[in-house]
């Protein structure tokens, strides 16, 4: 007990005396939450509140065109630009102002579209009428014609998810358009073959309303934004980079040979290893805290949504617990393997880097492919983004996330069974 | 007198390399007895001394510290001896005191027992005033003495010193070895490696000069210096049985 109580007091105060290291301890990764919080937020903004440019050519100014067109207008995605018709060349001029960059898109309905759309709606329902029937309309006078057509120019950087958006986005409004002109032709007919004027009040109405939730565990409701996903993932990623300087600790003592004094001393150095990690540990949980604040204080000040810490604080004190000390852990274990400062800090920040990657840190694992989904479960930043999402999303409690404690718990033990077992077997502590 | 330490046909060879850092030797040291192990850079002292303390595996051959097998028994005599190597082995943004009630904790010592020690070990080496005192801010002579007190805090029966003035002041050397030669009167035995031939001559009771892991010679400095017609001294026999060429 005394050489723990020992090692711990003298890394407190090491790690105390150099105020410059403490200060990156703690500045860096919350300078790490707020640009990266700052910069994904702004990235959805680019897609939901900033308004793509649309370079529109309206060719039909029929029906079609024009409710195509109002449509765009209207959503809140798109800023609709009217390409100028009475040029040379219109369709020359959209396709090279796209093609120069001017637009990311740019979309041509083409002539005659409504009068196309009329007709083959109108070719569709008398072609299921009986044959007598049919005759009334002059049937055999009807042909069917070609589709009416949008051709959607994009310029080759636009990113897949913005051409989703206008392809979903014209795909809803020439659904509704159709809609509109298949009630418009039913009309006419009724008139026609029952001379019956159809009550047109209101027009054609949306018949389905969707409404967007989120489901949780309890039934209280967080709203997911950029806060509530980035600050989890980024805290996390920070605390694992307690290992650059756990690690360096440890080398530091080798090569000046103080660990070869502490390898004279009888008995085991687990309780010098456990000082070390009960120092660290305590860093890792103050990281945590000025982290998860700046969600919660700073970051509304900066325009961004407030996180919230959701509903079960003892499971989420539990996870920052565990996540703290399987960061410690690792840092112990690559500071008793590596064999110099450089190992250390290139492996230890590039091992990092590669579990934030495989763990669903940078991006989101469901959209990864099957194999990465499965190689994501071998990373312990994985298992702790989980466990946050889960407390902090879902409303989970400690019971809920227990298979992420538990895996994180195992992967400190691991750590330090095999830090103490290289500590034990090299030349030096 | 009894043997304190018990060298028995001692080898050992590093991995990747084909010579022997310490190749078949055997010696032994008495109780309360000061020995010098000298010799050339790379000679294989600073192995021999890491073999005895623990630190090290031999290849080959055996070791008894204290009665006791260096194997079998290594936490036992870990208990019984000291430390001071030969880098500073401190660290450098704690003060003086706080450096040593660590490794003074690391022992076992606790409480008003170590306060005193503390105390009366920076008295006798000067340092008293600069206890509170970061060591990063000390001359060289100031941090090797601050090493020596770390390795003889718990008062260990037997104590290892690799080259433990290399490096310093005159004043502070002479402080160093008149304390060794204290603590040696008071029964410690003492291992020491140096380049010192002058400080070996004047303070070991016995030297054994060691070149390519072997023993060259060794015995009394005084009976060797009588048994080599053309030496007046230690360094002499030195030169005359390592050579004249520079080493690594």
Not at chain 1, 347 to 371: H, K, N, R, T
Not at chain 2, 11 to 36: H, P, Q, R
Not at chain 2, 196 to 214: S, T
């Amino acid at each position: 007990m005394l050489k723990y109580l020992a090692s711990t007091l003298k890394e407190i105060i090491l790690l105390t005396r150099d105020r410059g290291g403490l200060a990156m301890l703690f500045i860096m990764p919350v300078a790490l939450i707020i640009i990266m919080t700052l910069l994904q937020d702004s990235t959805f903004k680019a897609l939901e509140e900033r308004k793509l440019p649309i370079l529109i050519l309206n060719m039909d100014q029929d029906t079609f065109g024009i409710n195509i067109y109002e449509g765009l207008s209207s959503s809140s995605f798109f800023s609709v630009i009217a390409q100028e018709e009475n040029s040379q060349d219109p369709v020359g001029s959209l396709k090279k102002r796209v093609a120069s960059g001017e637009f990311q898109i740019g979309i041509i309905i083409k002539s005659d579209a409504s009068n196309r759309l009329r007709n083959n709606i109108r070719y569709n329902i008398i072609k299921q009428l009986p044959e007598e029937d049919s005759l009334f309309f002059g049937e055999m006078s009807i042909q069917r014609k070609d589709k009416p057509k949008i051709e959607i120019y994009f310029d080759p950087i636009t990113k897949n998810s913005f051409k989703q958006s206008i392809t979903s986005a014209l795909n809803e409004f020439s659904s509704g358009v159709e809609a509109k002109v298949l009630f418009n032709v039913y009309s006419s007919l009724f008139k026609e073959l029952l001379d019956m004027d159809m009550n047109n009040e209101g027009g054609f109405k949306k018949l389905v309303d969707i409404e967007t939730l989120y489901a949780t565990n309890d039934g209280q409701m967080t709203v997911p934004n950029s806060v509530q996903h980035n600050v989890p993932a980024w805290t996390i990623f920070a605390m694992f980079f307690i290992v650059i300087p756990l690690a360096g600790n440890i080398i530091k003592e080798r090569e000046t040979g103080i660990s070869q004094r502490l390898k004279v001393v009888s008995g085991s150095t687990l309780p010098i290893i456990l000082g070390k990690v009960t120092t660290y540990f305590f860093v890792g949980i103050l990281q945590a805290v000025s982290m998860l604040a700046v969600g919660v204080w700073v970051l509304p000040l900066l325009g961004l949504p407030q996180l919230i810490l959701g509903s079960n604080i003892i499971a989420l004190i539990l996870l920052t617990a565990l996540v703290s000390l399987a960061a410690s852990g690792y840092g112990v274990v690559i500071g008793s393997i590596a064999n110099s400062q450089e190992q250390s800090s290139i492996f230890g920040s590039i091992s990092v880097v590669i579990l934030a990657a495989i763990g669903g840190i940078w991006v989101p694992v469901f959209i990864m492919s099957d194999i990465m989904q499965k190689v994501s479960m071998i990373s312990p930043l994985n298992w702790a983004l989980r466990g946050y999402y889960d407390v902090l999303l879902r409303n989970s409690n400690t019971f809920e996330i227990l298979p992420s404690l538990i895996s994180l718990l195992s992967f400190f033990v691991l750590c330090l069974g095999i830090a103490w077992r290289f500590n034990s077997t090299r030349k030096s502590y | 007198m009894d043997v304190a330490i018990d060298v028995i046909k001692l080898s050992k060879e590093y991995k990747n390399t084909s010579t022997l850092a310490v190749d078949d030797i055997s010696f032994s040291i008495e109780e309360g007895e000061m020995f010098g192990l000298l010799g050339p850079n790379g000679a294989g002292k600073t192995t021999t001394i890491s073999i005895l303390c623990g630190l090290l595996q031999s290849t080959k051959g055996e070791v008894i510290i204290g009665g006791m097998n260096s194997i079998t028994h290594s936490d036992s005599i870990k208990k019984i001896i000291g430390i001071v190597p030969q880098d500073i082995a401190l660290y450098p943004n704690l003060t003086a005191y706080e450096n040593l009630r660590f490794f003074g904790n690391m022992q076992g010592i606790k409480g008003t027992h170590l306060k005193h020690r503390i105390s009366e070990l920076l008295g006798i080496f000067g340092l008293e005033q600069k206890a509170k005192q970061k060591v990063n801010t000390f001359s060289g002579g100031m941090k090797r003495r601050v090493n020596l007190i770390a390795g003889i805090l718990h008062a260990p029966k037997i104590l290892f010193l690799d080259e433990p003035t290399v490096g310093i002041d005159v004043q502070s050397r002479k402080v160093i070895m008149e304390y060794l030669m204290t603590l040696k009167q008071v029964g410690m035995t003492i291992v020491y490696s140096s380049h010192h031939m002058e400080e070996a001559e004047k303070f070991c009771d016995r030297v054994a000069i060691i070149d390519f892991g072997k023993i060259i010679v060794h015995g009394k400095p005084n009976n060797m210096i009588e048994k080599y017609d053309n030496c007046n001294n230690l360094e002499d026999i030195f030169i005359e049985t390592t050579g004249r060429s520079l080493r690594d």
